[in-house]
């Protein structure tokens, strides 16, 4: 018996689930789609969703169980909540960011963070920049903070960069 996940994130689409979760499993490894249901035709007067139409879909990106949800315009999305994607190089970065970011809001693009085109919010983070924003020397670890802060896609060159200067 395989262990149960205990907190899944649910995304609430109004329409867009179908579409969401084939995009993002299209980006991810180790993704799939595990199940999915449809509405029927009792609490129509509560949900409004047409009989047969996609209710939920389970899916796993990177190993990770979601669900998406088609809900109806009632909720969307904002930045209080984001995925955080930590990537181990450069080319990660870029390769999540340019995926994740197509046709999404790029007046939402700043220091990592990035708003996709259902305004679900992520940030694209590579798995240094923790270790640079809180390296030994404070003013490396600020410098570093001043320099992130003028991007939008991390550049992790730029920062290693700003560190080296500052170690010489």
Known sequence: MGS?????????FDTQAEEAVQ???????DSEILK????KNAGQEVHGMEEGSVMTIEFKL???KF???????????????SFIVTCANQEEVDYFWGRL???GDES?????????KFGVSWQIVPE?????LSHDDPAVAENVMNEMLQMKKIDLDVLEQVKDRMNH
């Open 4 to 12: 149960i996940q205990k907190i899944t994130p649910n995304f609430w």
């Open 23 to 29: 995009f993002y499993t299209s980006i991810f490894e």
């Open 36 to 39: 999915v249901t449809h509405y």
């Open 62 to 64: 990177e190993g990770q």
């Open 67 to 81: 669900v998406a949800l088609n809900g109806g315009p009632h909720f969307t999305f904002n930045e209080a909540i």
């Open 101 to 103: 970011s197509e046709s």
């Open 108 to 116: 939402a693009q700043q220091c990592g963070w990035l708003k996709d």
């Open 128 to 132: 240094q920049l923790d270790e640079l």
